[in-house]
C-alpha cells in the first residue's frame, strides 16, 4: 500500500521553466549587470601585486621566521641555552640541548650555551612567546614569512640557520603606509 | 629505643583547627591544615632542625617575637598566624636577605625551575629588590668532588649540606668556611669531596650551589620525565626515580620510601645508569665464531643456545646473578629444571660452599623471626656480623647510624675486617677472616653462658673476654635486639652448621618468637638474593623452601663437575663467575672445559675469553619484574626507558629458550611471569603488580604469609666448628668486596675514578716484621696444595685496626683480584721489582 503522506505535504512551488527566448533573455540581462560592477571598478585601478616580483610590505612588529643573535663586539652567542623558549612554546617547536661552555673557545656568554637549537617551522603558530620569555634577547621574531618548503624535516631550522643573517626579501613598511 | 607512642593533639593554625601529632614541628604540623610555611634549612631527614636560615618565621600567640616553624614543636591549643603583616614583613625581608647576594642566573643555573629559592621568591618575596651593592663574588663552578660542582656565589647557607655530612653519612668532610657573607661551603683541607653517599648533598642543596657534574646542563625540569622504579644494584634496592629525556636517564634521584632507603642513594646507584649508554655495552647477540665473539640474529643465537643447553648427554649448570629479577629467575628455574630436567643451579653470589639446606633456610627466613629496615632504627641494639653495610648494602649502614645518633641504639660489630661502624659501635670484636662459622658458635655459648666460650673464641681467632662482653651486651641491651649478618657468613665449609649456630643465638635472645621489632636481616650478597633464594634457585631449596627430591650442585660444585666433564653447559645469567666467585683459576678452567650461554650487559672477562653465545641483558632502568628486598618486601622493577635497538628483554629470551629447547613457554608478558611465580610459592600467593604498586608490599603482612613452610626448630646441636688457620708464620687472607668493585662502575665515566685498586690492608706490626712501609708495593703469594704458587700485586695499605696476623685484600677486581689466591694462608713480602 503506498504511503499516505496526509497532512505533512507540502506543495513544491517552481519558477518559471528554463530554455527558450525568456530564458535567454534573462541570462544575458543577468551577466551584463555583472560586468556593469566589473567595468565600474577598471578606473580605480589595481589593488593587487606581482607576487612573488612584489612583496607585500610589513609592519614592523610583524612576527615572521626566528633569529638568533650574537654580540656585535665579541661575535658570542647571546643565547645561554636556558630552554626558556621550549617552556614558553606553547606549540612545542623548540627543542634545546645545553652544554658546557669551554672557557679557551667560548660560544656563548654565559657557563652553558645550546649545543641544539632547533625550531619546527611547521609547527610554529608564530605567537612571539619564545621572545618574551627570552631572558637575553637572543632570539627575536624576523619578518620573512616565505617558509615553504619541499618537504618536512627541511622546515626544521637548526641554530646555525637561525643565526645567519636572513636575505632581506621582505619589505618594510614604511611610516603611516 | 623502641618507637615512642605518639599522642595526638589539636592546635589552631590561621583559624583551623588542625589535629597533628605532639611533638612534630610546626613546619610540618601545618602542612596538615593545608598551611604551607616556607622553609630552606629544615629537612626532617637530616634529624634536628638549626634554624639557620630564618625563612619559617611564625606568629605564635604568647611569645612576643616572632618563632621558626622548624624549630618550634606544636602544643595542644597553640594558636599559630602565618599570614599577620608581621610575618609577611618578616619573609619579605628573609628572602630579600637570601637574595642580597644570590646571583641571578637562573637561565645558566641548573637548578632552574625546580629551586625552592625561585619558588619562595615568587611566593613569599617582594618581588623587586632595592640592593644596589655589587653582590659578592667566588670563583664559579669549583669541582666540590668529580662528581659534585660547587658555587659558591648561590650558597645560602642553609648547612643541609653541611649537616648531612657529619650526622647523616658521618664522614665528617664537608664544613663551612670563613665568617659573615664570606663564608663557603668546602672540606677542610680543599680535598675532594668523596665518600660513598656524597650525591645526596646535590639533592638536599635547596639552591643551584651543589649540582651534579654528570647532569650539568643536560636538561630543564620541563624537558624531561620522572620515571620510578628500584636500583638493583645490591641488596638495599633503594627506591628511585629515573630522570629521563628523549628516552635516555639524564640522573637518578631517591624516591623516599622509609621502609626502605628513608630517601637517600648511595654514590653507586646515582650515577651507575651512565654505564647503559657506554659503547662497549653488549646491545645485540653474539655468538663464538672462529674464537671471535661476533653480532648475530637473535634467531641465529637462539638456535645456538638452544644446541648447547638442549642437546647436551651430560649435565648442566647454571647460575643466576644478584641483578636478576623474580622473574628472570623463575624462567631460567623452569628451563632447567622443569624442561631440562637439571638440578644444578645456583644464585648465591661469590658463594664457594655448598647451600644451607632447606629447613635451615625456611626457620632463618621465617616471617616471626624476620627484622625490617625500619626495625634497625628502633632496635635496643644492633649486632653487625660478618657484613660491612657500607660495602655490601649502603643504605643500611645510614640506616645504623641514625639509629645510634639518633634513638640511643646499642651497636655491636662483630667482623673480621675493620668495619667503618667500628668508631660508633659499643662493642667490635674481630675475628679470624672465614672463621665466621667458629666465631657464631663462640657467640651462642657466650650469649647462653654455657659452653667452652675460650675455646671457641680461640678457634674463630677472636678474643674470648671480648666475645663474653658481646655475649653480655645483647642479652642486657633490651628485648628488642636485631642481628644484621651478612649471607657468608653461610658461604664457608659447613653452612649448615653455622646457620644452626645462628639459630641458636637467636632463639637465647628471643628472636624467633613472633616480637615485633627484633628479629634477623640477612644481608644477601646478590641483590636479589632473598628473592632467587625465595622462588627455588637454589641447590637445596625449591619454590617456597621446599625441600627439592634431590640436592643439586652448588657453585662450585658445578665449576668442578664442567672440569670433570659431567657436565658441559654452563647457562650464566647475569653473572660471571671468573669476576664475581672466590676461586677464579676453577671459573677460567670451568668456563674454558663448558660451552657457555651468558646473558650480560658488558663481556667482563670470564665471558670475553670463553663464553659461546652472549645476549645482551637489559640495565636497570630498562627492566620489569619485581624483586624480593631482604626483609621480604615485594618490590616492582618498571621500565624508564626503552631497550637498544634489536635488544629482547631478558625474561622474553629465556622464554624463547624454553621454546627452543622443546619445552612449552607460557609467558607471554613479564606479568605472566609473577602471576606463575605467585601461583609457585605458597607464601606469595596472589600477588599481583596492582597489589605491589610504587612502595612495595612484604609478603609478611599478607595473608599468604600463614603457608610459610616450618622450618627445622631446634634444639640444635652444634658440630664443633673447623677452626680457622693458624697463621705460623705466614698470614691469614681475608676477602672483601667494595662497593666500588662492579662493572657497572668500571663502565660509568663518572665514576670511573672510584673504580678500586688492589691493596693489602694489614696491621702496622705484622708490616714492620716484614719491613714493610705504607704505600709500598707488595707481592702476595699463596702456595696451593699441590704446591703452585699463585702472586697478585697489591699497594701495602697499613691500617691500625687491621687484626694482627690477617691481611685483607680486595676481589672482584678482575686479574689483579684476591680471587686468583686460592688459599687460606697467603705470604706478604716487599716487591723485589719495585722496592721503596
Known amino acids: ?177 | 629505643m623502641p618507637r615512642p607512642e605518639i599522642n595526638e593533639i589539636t592546635f589552631v593554625v590561621d583559624g583551623r583547627e588542625v589535629v597533628a601529632p605532639a611533638g612534630t614541628m610546626l613546619a610540618d604540623a601545618a602542612k596538615l591544615g593545608d598551611v604551607d610555611i616556607p622553609v630552606f634549612c629544615y629537612e626532617p631527614k637530616l634529624g634536628q632542625p638549626v634554624g639557620a636560615c630564618r625563612m619559617c618565621l611564625v606568629e605564635v600567640e604568647g611569645i612576643p617575637k616572632l618563632q621558626t616553624a622548624c624549630s618550634t614543636p606544636v602544643r595542644d591549643g597553640m594558636v599559630v598566624n602565618t599570614e599577620t603583616p608581621r610575618v609577611k614583613a618578616a619573609q619579605e625581608s628573609v628572602v630579600e636577605f637570601l637574595l642580597l647576594n644570590h646571583p641571578l642566573d637562573c637561565p645558566v643555573c641548573d637548578k632552574g625551575g625546580e629551586c625552592p629559592l625561585q619558588d619562595i621568591s615568587y611566593g613569599w618575596g617582594r618581588g623587586t629588590s632595592r640592593t644596589v651593592e655589587p653582590k659578592r663574588h667566588f670563583e664559579k663552578p669549583v669541582e666540590l668532588s668529580p662528581l659534585i660542582a660547587i658555587d659558591r656565589e648561590r650558597c645560602i647557607l642553609c648547612y643541609r649540606c653541611v649537616r648531612f655530612s657529619q650526622e647523616v653519612s658521618e664522614d665528617y668532610q664537608l664544613i663551612l668556611h670563613e665568617r659573615g657573607a664570606d663564608t663557603f661551603v668546602g672540606t677542610f683541607d680543599g680535598h675532594p669531596y668523596v665518600a660513598p653517599f656524597s650525591g645526596n648533598i646535590i639533592e638536599l642543596c635547596p639552591v643551584g650551589a651543589l649540582t651534579s657534574q654528570a647532569y650539568r646542563f643536560r636538561a630543564r625540569p620541563w624537558d624531561i620525565e620522572q620515571s620510578g622504579s628500584v636500583c638493583t644494584l645490591c641488596p638495599g634496592q633503594c627506591n628511585v626515580s629515573y630522570t629521563v629525556r628523549d628516552d635516555r636517564v639524564m640522573r637518578v634521584l631517591s624516591r623516599q620510601n622509609d621502609a626502605v632507603d628513608d630517601g637517600w642513594l648511595c654514590d653507586r646507584g646515582r650515577f651507575a645508569y651512565q654505564s647503559s649508554y657506554v659503547d662497549d655495552r653488549v646491545t645485540e647477540p653474539l655468538l663464538r665464531d672462529g674464537g671471535v665473539l661476533r653480532p648475530v640474529s637473535w634467531e641465529r643465537a637462539l638456535a645456538e643456545a638452544a644446541r648447547l643447553l638442549g642437546k647436551t648427554p651430560a649435565g648442566l649448570g647454571a647460575l643466576a646473578g644478584g641483578a636478576t629479577s623474580n622473574e628472570e629467575g623463575w624462567l631460567l628455574r623452569r628451563l632447567h629444571a622443569d624442561v631440562l630436567g637439571s638440578r644444578d643451579f645456583d644464585s648465591r653470589s661469590g658463594a664457594s660452599g655448598p647451600a644451607v639446606s632447606a629447613g635451615l633456610l625456611a626457620a632463618l627466613d621465617t616471617p616471626e623471626a624476620q627484622a625490617t629496615v625500619p626495625d634497625v632504627e628502633w632496635a635496643h641494639s644492633v649486632l653487625v656480623l660478618d657484613s660491612e653495610p657500607v660495602d655490601d648494602m649502603p643504605i643500611l649502614d645510614l640506616r645504623i647510624r641514625k639509629g645510634v645518633r639518633r634513638h640511643g641504639m646499642r651497636l655491636a660489630v662483630a667482623t673480621s675486617r675493620p668495619s667503618s661502624l667500628d668508631s660508633i659501635a659499643e662493642q667490635a670484636v674481630r675475628f679470624a677472616p672465614g672463621a665466621g662459622e667458629a666465631f657464631v658458635c663462640a657467640l651462642d655459648a657466650a650469649v647462653g653462658g654455657i659452653g667452652d666460650v675460650a675455646g671457641l673464641a680461640a678457634a674463630a681467632g677472636a678474643d674470648a673476654a671480648q666475645v663474653e662482653a658481646l655475649g653480655r651486651m645483647l642479652r642486657e641491651a633490651g628485648e628488642d635486639v636485631v642481628i644484621v649478618w651478612g649471607e657468608r657468613l653461610t658461604h664457608g665449609a659447613n653452612p649448615d652448621n653455622a646457620a644452626r649456630a645462628l639459630l641458636k643465638v637467636a632463639g637465647r635472645l628471643s628472636l624467633l618468637d613472633d616480637h615485633a621489632g627484633a628479629g634477623l636481616l640477612q644481608v644477601p650478597s646478590g641483590a636479589n638474593g632473598r628473592g632467587l633464594r625465595e622462588i627455588g634457585l637454589l641447590p637445596t631449596a625449591g619454590p617456597g623452601y621446599r625441600e627439592p627430591a634431590a640436592v643439586g650442585r652448588s657453585a662450585q660444585e658445578i665449576a668442578q663437575a664442567t672440569i670433570a666433564g659431567q657436565i658441559t653447559g654452563l647457562h650464566l645469567l647475569h653473572v660471571d663467575p671468573v669476576q664475581s666467585f672466590p676461586e677464579r683459576g676453577l671459573w677460567e678452567q670451568a668456563l674454558h672445559a663448558g660451552a657457555v650461554v651468558a646473558h650480560a650487559q658488558f663481556l667482563t672477562d670470564g665471558l670475553r675469553e670463553h663464553a659461546n653465545v652472549v645476549f645482551p641483558a637489559e640495565a636497570g632502568a630498562e627492566k620489569e619484574g619485581t624483586v624480593t628486598h631482604p626483609d621480604g618486601r615485594l618490590q616492582r622493577l618498571r621500565p624508564a626507558v626503552a631497550r637498544p635497538d634489536g635488544a629482547r628483554p631478558t625474561w622474553q629470551v629465556l622464554s624463547q629458550l624454553i621454546a627452543a629447547v622443546g619445552g612449552q613457554a607460557t609467558a607471554l608478558t613479564s606479568m605472566m611471569v609473577t602471576s606463575e611465580i605467585a601461583e609457585a610459592v605458597p607464601f606469595y600467593a596472589g600477588i599481583t603488580h596492582d597489589e605491589i604498586g610504587g612502595f612495595g608490599v612484604r609478603w609478611q603482612e599478607r595473608e599468604a604469609a600463614a603457608a610459610f613452610p616450618a622450618g627445622e626448630t631446634g634444639p640444635f646441636a652444634l658440630e664443633d666448628p673447623r677452626p680457622a688457620a693458624s697463621p705460623n708464620g705466614a698470614l691469614r687472607l681475608g676477602r672483601f668486596r667494595s662497593v666500588w668493585a662492579s662493572p657497572e662502575v668500571a663502565h660509568a665515566p663518572a665514576l670511573k675514578f672510584l673504580a678500586p685498586k688492589q691493596r693489602a690492608e694489614l696491621n702496622p706490626d705484622d708490616a714492620q716484621e716484614r719491613g714493610i712501609r705504607h704505600g709500598q708495593q707488595v707481592t702476595v703469594t699463596a702456595t696451593g696444595e699441590d704446591g703452585s704458587a699463585e702472586t697478585i700485586a697489591a699497594v701495602a695499605h697499613l691500617r691500625a685496626a687491621a687484626p694482627r696476623g690477617s691481611v685483607f685484600l680486595e676481589s672482584g677486581l678482575g686479574a689483579e683480584s684476591v680471587d686468583v689466591l686460592d688459599a687460606a694462608l697467603v705470604h706478604v713480602n716487599s716487591d723485589p721489582a719495585r722496592p721503596a
Open chain 1, 1 to 177: 500500500m503506498p504511503w499516505n503522506p496526509g497532512d505533512d505535504l507540502v506543495a513544491v512551488q517552481r519558477g518559471p521553466e528554463p530554455g527558450g527566448l525568456g530564458g535567454a533573455y534573462r541570462v544575458l540581462g543577468e551577466t551584463l549587470r555583472g560586468l556593469k560592477t566589473s567595468f565600474g571598478r577598471v578606473v580605480e585601478g589595481t589593488t593587487t601585486i606581482e607576487y612573488p616580483e612584489q612583496k607585500t610590505p610589513v609592519y614592523p612588529r610583524f612576527r615572521g621566521r626566528h633569529r638568533l643573535h650574537t654580540f656585535e663586539d665579541t661575535g658570542l652567542e647571546k643565547c645561554v641555552g636556558c630552554s626558556l623558549c621550549a617552556a614558553a612554546c606553547p606549540a612545542d617547536c623548540i627543542r634545546v640541548v645545553a652544554a658546557e661552555n669551554d672557557p679557551i673557545d667560548r660560544v656563548s656568554g654565559g657557563e652553558r650555551y645550546a649545543a641544539v637549537y632547533e625550531i619546527n617551522m611547521s609547527r610554529c603558530i608564530f605567537c612571539g612567546y619564545c621572545e618574551m620569555a627570552c631572558p637575553f634577547d637572543a632570539i627575536t621574531m624576523g619578518h620573512d614569512y616565505e617558509l615553504a618548503d619541499y618537504n618536512r624535516s627541511d622546515l626544521i631550522f637548526t641554530k646555525e640557520m637561525l643565526l645567519q643573517e636572513p636575505p632581506v626579501r621582505t619589505p618594510l613598511r614604511a611610516e603611516g603606509e
